[in-house]
Nanobody, 123 residues
């Protein structure tokens, strides 16, 4: 069983930065693909970013490319999402997700989820 705990959300103004963190309780963290999803009120859960177990490959939602960066520290069982130049449309609950070995951009592919952290960006 994998437990994921997010932190780092908050209320910021447009143009500001936030860094989300996700701590994982699992022995073989480096074998898990880690991803961030988000869900705004009344909308479906949306893929934001993904990173492979080694950290060598990443993938992003087009609208966050160049503003967000996903990274991981396998020694600390942690993954982060650095969010710069935030926009009001980035407002959502952000979720950390994990799947062993392979994982894409669909929420249905991921087996483990955190409880979510709220990010609110005011204009």
């Amino acid at each position: 069983q994998v437990q994921l705990t997010e932190s780092g959300g908050g209320l910021v103004q447009a143009g500001a930065s936030l860094r989300l963190s996700c701590a994982a309780s699992v022995r073989t963290f480096s074998s898990y693909v880690m991803a961030w999803f988000r869900q705004a009120p009344g909308k479906e859960r949306e893929f934001v970013a993904r990173i492979t177990g080694s950290g060598d490959y990443t993938r992003y939602l087009d609208s966050v490319k160049g503003r967000f960066a996903i990274s991981r520290d396998n020694a600390k069982n942690a993954v982060a999402l650095q969010m710069n130049n935030l926009k009001p449309e980035d407002t959502a609950v952000y979720y950390c997700a994990a799947r062993r070995f392979v994982g894409g951009t669909s929420s249905r592919e991921y087996d483990y989820w955190g409880q979510g952290t709220q990010v609110t960006v005011s204009s």
